[in-house]
């Protein structure tokens, strides 16, 4: 007879413990480690149709391949997801309520655009409100949870709402000393705008983000809660309690 080992866990959001077996902290193999939630950019009225969005492409490409080398994703695995749909925040699909619910690292790309989307507000909820404890033995320095927001275009920190400006923003050390900086300046889209001279700043800046991503993921665990229905999700980004269960 095979015997569970139970843990104490304790819940990020508000202190409180509760018996969790060893096998309760694993995650679902078909589940992408993180979910990268952007603001979808439109075509313009009478402009040519393009793909508006191939920065936040860019990004999860590199940051999904520096992920599975961190992690050592056997195939088939997938590091990330980012919702591509032509027309996206319009449609709840059942790939983007799976990554929603059983992701286990949220990265949201703050911009303006981003704090005025009521699709990007709906995601954020559906992370916020699953259970988060950390895993057996794992030590975190204060502030670190698997949201991750980081600069994408940059936002004054007082005109961010409080659910976000209390997060700690994602910000690379142990780089050149003007690297940090040029990230916190311009943010990645403008890094990806500057050519070939934010290209540098960029690849380091990826690097370190993909490295606090393997941290979350190995210190952190996130319950699986799939939302079924959209109109549970808050359009707003305000901090609210979620009852336990």
């Not at 950019?41 to 393009?50: E, G, L, W």
């Not at 999860?60 to 997801?81: K, Q, Y």
């Not at 690097?207 to 210190?219: G, I, K, M, N, P």
């Amino acid at each position: 007879m095979r015997l569970s080992i139970l843990w104490m866990a304790e819940d990020v959001h508000n202190g409180r413990e509760w018996r969790v077996a060893e096998e309760d902290f694993r995650v679902d193999p078909g589940a992408p480690v993180f979910f990268l939630s952007y603001a979808r950019t439109r075509n313009r009225v009478a402009a040519p149709p393009r793909d508006t969005n191939q920065k936040v492409f860019q990004l999860f490409v590199d940051l999904s391949d520096h992920v599975v080398e961190l992690l050592g994703l056997p195939a088939g695995r997938p590091a990330g997801f980012m919702d591509r749909m032509l027309d996206g925040g319009q449609l709840w699909t059942d790939d983007l309520a799976f990554a929603a619910g059983h992701c286990q690292v949220f990265i949201p790309l703050i911009s303006p655009q981003y704090l005025n989307s009521a699709w990007c507000a709906r995601e954020w909820d559906a992370f916020a409100r699953r259970r988060v404890s950390l895993r057996p033995g794992a030590a975190t320095t204060p502030g670190e949870t698997p949201i991750i927001p980081v600069n994408w275009s940059v936002v004054e920190r007082r005109s961010m709402p409080p659910v976000v400006s209390q997060r700690q923003m994602f910000s690379p050390t142990r780089l050149p000393s003007e690297i940090a900086p040029q990230y916190q300046e311009e943010g990645i889209y403008g890094l990806l705008s500057l050519g070939k001279n934010g290209k540098d700043a960029y690849d380091a800046v990826v690097w370190r983000l993909a490295q606090r991503v393997a941290r979350a993921y190995h210190t952190h665990w996130v319950r699986a809660e799939v939302p079924v229905d959209m109109g549970q999700l808050r359009a707003t980004f305000e901090e609210v309690g979620h009852d336990l269960v």
